[in-house]
């Protein structure tokens, strides 16, 4: 009878390491996954409308055409993840909208600089959004986050680290840290873009804008990751 419980228990032991090794190649599976997903949105939203500026100016394309058909050639992107998610991301819409309005004021204007700002108004407003949801329960780090959690620990997980928002002061504070500085830095970001747009060279700009966007987000992933780590924020 012992050895029969022995062996059940065993056997027990061995089906709960195996349901988490199995739960932590799936987390695994899921990060590589963001990463894959994060490497398509930098070669889609920054690498394609930059090559396709560049490509049309050396064709002899006005700088006009370049930078309008450039910021063109990321709406299939756009559109292409709407319709994989079966859904309308307001994000999506609001760059799409963005991209309209800047072409007709391009057009009506006729200056290529108006089209070069409309990256500034996108991360102006999201910025100021981001510094907004500071005077809500519930600040965007905490919404940003969970989907996050949920891909590595589960929606049990998720939901129990959520619940510290309630119970512990320390876990808010850091949350709300951690949404102040990324809302600040689009916000500058936006405010530094739109001086590159007005007093570089028209050529320069979606070179030297693409460039201050990359150190910008990676200044932002360093501290927000040793942030995190730090706090005891990381699951």
């Given at each position: 009878m012992r050895?029969?419980a022995v062996?059940r228990?065993?056997?027990?032991?061995?089906a709960d390491?195996?349901?988490?090794d199995a739960?932590?190649?799936?987390?695994?599976?899921?990060?590589?996954?963001?990463r894959?997903?994060?490497?398509?949105?930098?070669?889609?939203e920054?690498g394609?409308?930059?090559?396709?500026?560049?490509?049309l100016?050396a064709?002899?394309?006005?700088?006009w055409l370049?930078?309008?058909?450039?910021g063109?050639?990321?709406?299939p992107w756009?559109?292409?993840g709407m319709?994989?998610q079966r859904?309308?991301?307001?994000?999506?819409?609001?760059?799409?909208?963005?991209m309209?309005i800047g072409a007709?004021?391009?057009m009506?204007?006729?200056?290529?600089?108006v089209l070069l700002?409309r990256d500034?108004?996108?991360?102006?407003?999201?910025?100021?959004w981001?510094?907004?949801?500071l005077?809500?329960?519930?600040?965007f780090?905490?919404v940003a986050?969970?989907?996050v959690?949920v891909?590595?620990i589960?929606e049990?997980?998720a939901?129990?680290?959520e619940s510290?928002?309630?119970?512990?002061?320390a876990f808010?504070r850091?949350?709300r840290?951690i949404?102040?500085?990324?809302?600040?830095?689009?916000?500058?970001?936006?405010?530094?873009?739109?001086?590159l747009?007005?007093t570089?060279?028209?050529d320069?700009?979606?070179?030297?804008?693409t460039?201050?966007?990359l150190?910008?987000?990676?200044g932002?992933?360093?501290?927000?990751?040793?942030?995190v780590?730090?706090h005891?924020?990381k699951v």
């Open positions: 050895g029969t062996v228990q065993g056997k027990r032991i061995e390491q195996a349901m988490t739960e932590r190649l799936e987390r695994q599976r899921k990060t590589a996954a963001m894959k997903h994060l490497a398509r949105q930098l070669v889609f920054l394609v409308p930059l090559a396709g500026y560049y490509g100016r064709a002899g394309a006005s700088e370049a930078v309008a058909a450039g063109l050639l990321i709406v756009l559109v292409h319709v994989k859904k309308v991301e307001v994000l999506g819409v609001f760059t799409l909208s963005i309209l007709l004021m391009s009506v204007t006729g200056d290529p600089r700002i500034s108004w996108l991360g102006g407003v999201l910025g100021l981001l510094l907004g949801t005077a809500t329960r519930r600040p780090m905490l986050a969970r989907s959690v891909a590595k589960g049990a997980g939901v129990e680290w510290r928002w309630d119970r512990e002061p808010r850091h949350i840290v949404t102040a500085v990324w809302g600040a830095g689009f916000t500058l970001d936006a405010g530094v873009r739109v001086v747009a007005y570089l060279p028209v320069a700009v979606p070179a030297v804008s460039a201050q966007w150190a910008v987000l990676a932002l992933l360093v501290f927000h990751m040793r942030y780590t730090r005891g924020l």
